[in-house]
Structures are given as C-alpha cells and as structure tokens.
C-alpha cells in the first residue's frame, strides 16, 4: 500500500492546530459542535488544535469535510498535517473531466440565444457560448483589449478598467462594488489564499477604485436582483445573471468553476439578443 505520509522535512510543524482552529471559528462552531459533527470526542478536538495530537490522514479528511471547508484548503490542512494532498487540481480540460465538459457544454447550448460563460472563482473566463462571443463584441464594439501578459481574458478586470467595460456601465459603482465585496469576502471564507488575495490588490489598484468597496454598501430595500445597465453606441442594454455551480465535486478545480448565464431585463434587451443572434 502507498505511504502517503510526506517526509519529515515537508511537514508544516504546528500548522495543522491553528488551521482547525481557524477554520471552526470560521463556520461558528464549537469545540463540542464540531465533535458531534464528525464523531470525534471534544477531547480529542482540544488536542489537536493545541498541538497536543497528530491528526490521521483520515481524520484531516474528516475534519475538513465535517466543517465544510473548500477543497483547496483541505489540500492544504493536508499538507500542515503532513500528508499528501488528496485532491485534484484537474486542467478542465484533461480526458478525464469529458463527461464534465459535455454537460457543460449543453447549459451553455441550451442558453442560447442568450449569453452563458464559464469562470473560475476569480472572474477567469474560460468558455463561452455563441451568444457570449457575439455579446462581448457587441459591448466592446469589436475584440476586447489584449489582456495582461501572462494571464487570460478576465470578467472583474473588464469591470474595473477604465479601458474595458467600466464606461459602458452606467450603474458601474453599484455592480462594482458588488463583485469586488462580494468575491472579496468569498475569498476570506474560503481561507484568503495569498493568490487570491494578490488578486484583489491587483483589481483594486485600477483608477478610482476605492479601498471602500471591499466591503459591501448596506440597502435599506435592494433590488430584487442587480441589474447591468450597458449603453453602447447610444443602444441601452440591461442584463442581469445566474451563477451555478457543479454538484459534489472532488477535484479543486470542478469545486470552483461557475457557470454564469445572462437574462435580459426587459424586453428592449430580449430583441438585442435575438438581433444579434440573428445576425450569426
């Protein structure tokens, strides 16, 4: 049988306790709650999180799934433990995700004549239907701006420059913040990966894009949902999204794709849509 236990030299010592510690506080959990969750005694709990205990490669497992936490993390809490990470982190598309890809790629046929991207948890696009690619051509009045070296075209950066789709948004302020709070507090929740974090510092450094919105403007009476209003060429568009995501995934990267449709508003956006599907 494979050893998965790592060397002495990769363990992370004292890592694992504060991690556990941090992740219960996070989910508002107990000691005890914790305990009754994943059917380990209180104790025992205690003595991990002081380092008093060595967690079992079973018991990380079970430990991070009781408190719900991203596999990304768990990978992680896996390696502080001194084990080998469990979870894959699969290119989407590696062989052995087609099946993945196939029902992917009927939501986003289904969705036509109105657009349907796929995105990471960092607004990375990575598919688009025939309706998306029309959309975006339509907003950007031709191909989008080359993006940064290195790095691939890009949902919240086409929000926040000044250069992409900032200007074509007349609620740009309102749908901004919500994106950058809202993803912002995602990734807090999911642990602050520096990755991601460096992320967010790079977003916000764009013109006029205040330390403020970080953190999300409370609405006496919101909106049922949050509308994007475009005006290109003098043309209003309205548009607002559903985001869904894949059920029980065991690969990191099939745990955070998003699959993100768009619906028009209001009539005046539904004849766009077919106008432009029409013209395919």
């Known amino acids: 049988m494979m050893n998965t236990a790592l060397p002495a030299s990769a363990v992370q010592a004292d890592l694992f306790g504060p991690m556990l510690r941090a992740w219960r ?51 992680a809490m896996l390696l502080a433990a001194g084990f080998a990470p ?23 046929k289904q969705q036509e004549p109105y657009p349907a991207i796929v995105v990471d948890r960092l607004w990375n696009l990575l598919q688009g239907n025939d309706a998306a ?19 691939g075209p890009n949902i919240l950066r086409w929000m926040l420059d000044p250069r992409a789709l900032r200007p074509k948004l007349s609620n740009w ?7 950058v709070s809202t993803t912002y507090a995602e990734i807090l929740a999911d642990g602050g990966e520096p990755k991601a974090l460096a992320f967010i510092e790079e977003v916000m450094a764009f013109p006029d894009v205040p330390a403020s919105f970080r953190k ?18 003098g043309r209003s568009l309205s548009v607002f999204t559903t985001i869904a995501t894949l059920g029980t995934p065991q690969d990191v990267t099939l745990q955070e794709v998003r699959i993100e449709c768009f619906f028009p508003a209001d009539d005046r956006s539904d004849a766009l849509f077919k106008s432009l599907a029409a013209r395919r």
């Open 25 to 75: 506080r996070r989910r508002g959990a107990s000691q005890l709650a914790l305990a009754l969750q994943s059917g380990v005694s209180q104790r025992h709990v205690s003595f991990l999180e002081s380092g008093r205990a060595r967690p079992s490669r079973e018991m990380v497992v079970q430990l991070t799934s009781a408190l719900d936490v991203p596999l990304r993390q768990r990978n």
């Open 133 to 151: 690619n029309a959309f975006t051509l339509f907003l950007f009045e031709g191909p989008p701006p080359a993006s940064p070296p290195g790095k």
């Open 86 to 108: 469990v979870y894959r982190e699969s290119n989407l598309a590696a062989p052995e995700l087609a099946p993945v890809r196939q029902a992917i790629d009927r939501i986003l």
């Open 173 to 179: 302020e309102q749908v901004a913040r919500h994106l």
């Open 216 to 233: 999300l403007r409370f609405e006496e009476r919101p909106q049922p949902v949050l509308t994007l209003d475009y005006i290109v060429s």
